[in-house]
């Protein structure tokens, strides 16, 4: 029972925040706990998984590290060349641009109707979410509902979708052939994948290199990049709004190394020479 549970948080952990595993682990706990006053269950094995955690571990930020550009998230050159890539693959390209130009999740863009795009104002709107089951729900928080402007070129490009898009009930914007809610495992290989061998954006062993949510990172660090890079340069609060994180802390912990310093170099000397003129 303890590996059961134990195996249930580790999959919590691969797409979920340290936040979000902790509030399902509490009420699943709490829901054990009844169970087990009314002996339905021997043990509340929840309460198991603390105790069993090694003392003093650090955190899923500390423990991860910080993400390397080159290694969790693409390169602008790298991004470039799945860009140029995409256009020989055209069933892939709407969504994969859209993961990159939005930083939506796998689940929102798998979830995405074209009732949640305003080709009006250009925007586009967090509304639900298919999950690994593809059931489709709230997104993963209150924070996770939210607008994202699109770019006037992925604008273009979903309004062309749109035309070839395969219909169906769910009214999805990225749905099977059948219309209905694409599988993970589907886009990732058959997808991404593809494309980023094609783009000669892989691994030392051949293969490739970024998984979906890279492109969620790629997404985060554009937004922070500096505007002479070719980024937007956005501060952290709106980045936190951009991609639906929870809390300020969350994108701070997972991103705050890459804003410019603003210290440094010419930067410095620009500010030195206007405060002392």
Same mark, same amino acid.
């Given at each position: ?16 925040? =340290? ?16 169970? %087990? ?5 021997? %043990? ?40 140029? !890539?995409?256009?020989?693959? +055209? ?7 859209? !993961? ?27 509304? %639900? ?8 729900? =709230? +997104? ?24 070839? #898009? =395969?219909?169906?009930?769910? $009214?999805?914007?990225? =749905? ?6 694409? $599988? ?38 554009? #937004? ?15 980045? %936190? ?37």
């Amino acid at each position: 029972m303890y590996r059961t549970a134990r195996a249930f948080e580790d999959r919590l952990r691969r797409d979920r925040s =340290p936040a979000m595993v902790r509030k399902i682990l509490t009420s699943l706990g709490s829901m054990l706990a009844d169970a %087990q006053e009314r002996g339905l269950v021997a %043990q509340n094995v929840v309460r198991g998984l603390r105790l069993r955690r090694p003392a003093n571990k650090p955190s899923d930020a500390r423990a991860k590290g910080r993400l390397k550009i080159g290694v969790d998230i693409p390169t602008p050159d790298e991004a470039r060349a799945i860009v140029a !890539a995409l256009n020989a693959y +055209p069933r892939w390209r709407p969504m994969l641009l859209t !993961a990159m130009f939005t930083g939506l999740r796998s689940s929102e863009l798998r979830g995405l109707r074209w009732s949640d795009i305003d080709f009006k104002t250009g925007e586009l709107h967090v509304r %639900q979410r298919a999950d690994r089951y593809y059931r489709i729900g =709230p +997104p993963k928080s209150a924070a996770g509902e939210r607008t994202v402007p699109l770019p006037p070129t992925l604008t273009k490009i979903l309004r062309e979708w749109k035309l070839a #898009c =395969p219909k169906g009930e769910l $009214d999805l914007a990225f =749905p099977n052939t059948l219309g209905r809610v694409m $599988d993970y495992n589907f886009i990732t290989i058959r997808g991404l994948g593809v494309v980023e061998i094609a783009a000669g954006v892989v691994t030392k062993s051949g293969k490739a290199k970024y998984n979906l949510h890279a492109m969620r990172h790629f997404y985060a660090s554009w #937004c922070i990049n500096r505007r002479v890079d070719g980024g937007l340069e956005l501060p952290l609060k709106v980045v %936190q709004a951009r991609l639906g994180h929870a809390s300020i802390r969350m994108t701070a912990d997972r991103y705050g190394h890459l804003f410019p310093r603003g210290d440094d170099g010419a930067e410095m000397a620009a500010a030195e020479k206007a405060f002392l003129s």
